[in-house]
C-alpha cells in the first residue's frame, strides 16, 4: 500500500506540495535578519534596558566607586593639615626662689615649634601628590566599573540574541519532528528522523534552561554594580551596533601613556616618593622651639619677661635620619618599578584588546558577509530537498544547526568586539568615539 501511494502522481503531488510550503524560504527569512527585534512576548514585556543610563547610575551610587571619591576627598584634606605649623603651647605656672630677697611670682607666656625652612612645603607636596593619586586611583576604579558593566552589559545581550535564535530554531525543529512524523506514516522515512528531531528538541530545551540562568546571573551581576538588589528586574539590553577601531596600535600606547589613569596613579606615586625623599634628607637639619614667658615678682610688685630659643639636635642620625632616607630611597625604587610593571601590563592589554578587536571585526564581516547567506541557501536547498526525498534528514538537521552555530558566533563576535573597545577605553582613559566609525 505504501509504495503504490509513492509512486501514485495523483498522491504525490498534494504531497509535494505540502513539504514544499512547510519548509519554503518563509521560515527562515527571520534567520537572515540577525538583528531583528525577538517576537516573543516576554521581551517586550520586560522592557529595554539603556546602557548610558546605567553607566550614569553607576557613577552615582556604585559603593566602590563612591568610596575612592571619599577617599581622594580625605586625602586633599591632609593637605591643608601638614603644612600648618604645630599647635603653639600655653604655659601657666609660679615659680618661688628662696633667696635672701625671695623671689616668687606668677609665670605665663607661650611657645611654638618651628620646622627647619622647608619642611613644612615638602611635606605638603608629598600630601599633594597622595592627593594626585588618589585621584587617578578614583578614575581608574571609575573606568574599571565602567568597563566592567559594559562587558556585563554586552554578555546579556548575547545572551538574549541567543535565546532568540534557539527559540527560533526550536519552532523549526517542532516542524521537523513534524513532518518526520508524517513521512515515517507514510513510509517515505526512517523511525530514526523522528528519534533525531526530538533529540534535538531536549538539547534546544537543555541549552535554554543553561541560558536562563545565565541571564539571570547577569542580571544579578548587573543590579550589583548600580547598587540594585541582586534579585531585581533588569529588562531586556538595546540593540549594539559592531564598530570598526581605526586609532593604530601605536597610538592607542601613546595615549595610554598620557592618559591612563592607572599609570597616571603609579607616576605620581614616584612624585611622591621623590617629596618623600627631599623631606627624609631634609630630617638632618634641626627644628627650633621658641618660648616666651611673662614673669610676676609679688615681692617687689614689678613683671618682666624671658625668651629662650630650643633647638633640637638630630644626635642619633645613625638610626633615625640615616635610615629616614635609606627608607625613602627603597620606596622610591620600588616606585618606579611599580610604574614599569604596571606600563608593561596596560600596553600589553592594549595590544590584546587591538588585536581582538581586529579578530573580531574580520569575522564578523566573514560571518555576516559569507558564512551566515551560504548557511541559509542551504537550508533552503535542503529542506527543498527532504520535500522530495531527494536530501536524508541528518543533512537538513545539520543545515540548520550550521545556521544557528554561525549566527551565535557572529553575535559572540558582536559581543567580544564591543567587550574589547570598552576594555580599551578603561586601558587608555579616554573614550575611543572619535576613533570610531558606527557600522549598521
Known sequence: MTSSIARNPIWSFPFFFFFIVLFSPWSVRAEEHPGSVPSNSSSQEEGRIDLASLIAELEGVNPEIRAARQRWEA?????????????????????????????????????????????????????????????????????????????????????????????????????????????????????????????????????????????????????????????????????????????????????????????????KGIDRSERSLSLAKRQYYPDFDITALGLRNDRINDNGYQVMLGVKIPLFYESKQKQGVREAMAGLEGAREDFAATRQDLLFQVKDGFVQAQRAERLITILRDAIIPQATLALQAAQAGYGVGKVDFLTLLNSLLTLQDSQLELHGEMVNHEKAIARLEAVTGQPLIGGLLERK
Do not use: C
Open 75 to 267: 586625602a586633599k584634606a591632609v593637605v591643608p593639615q601638614v603644612q600648618a605649623l604645630p599647635d603653639p603651647r600655653l604655659q601657666l605656672g609660679y615659680q618661688r626662689m628662696p633667696m635672701s630677697d625671695p623671689l616668687q611670682g606668677a609665670m605665663y607666656g607661650f611657645g611654638q615649634e618651628i620646622p627647619f625652612p622647608g619642611k613644612l612645603s615638602l611635606k605638603g607636596e608629598v600630601a599633594q601628590r597622595e592627593a594626585e593619586r588618589m585621584e587617578q586611583e578614583f578614575n581608574a576604579t571609575r573606568l574599571r566599573l565602567i568597563a566592567a558593566l559594559k562587558e556585563g552589559y554586552f554578555n546579556l545581550h548575547f545572551v538574549h540574541k541567543s535565546i532568540e535564535i534557539v527559540e527560533r530554531n526550536k519552532t523549526l525543529l517542532l516542524q521537523f519532528e513534524k513532518t518526520a512524523k508524517a513521512r515515517y506514516s507514510v513510509g517515505q522515512a526512517a523511525q530514526q528522523d523522528v528519534f533525531r528531531a526530538q533529540l534535538e528538541i531536549s538539547r534546544v530545551l537543555d541549552r535554554l534552561a543553561v541560558l536562563d540562568q545565565q541571564k539571570e546571573s547577569l542580571h544579578a551581576a548587573i543590579n550589583r554594580l548600580v547598587n540594585r538588589p541582586p534579585a531585581g528586574p533588569l529588562g531586556t539590553p538595546d540593540e549594539i551596533h559592531t564598530t570598526i577601531l581605526t586609532i593604530p596600535l601605536h597610538e592607542l600606547s601613546q595615549r595610554t601613556d598620557a592618559f591612563s589613569p592607572a599609570l597616571l596613579a603609579t607616576a
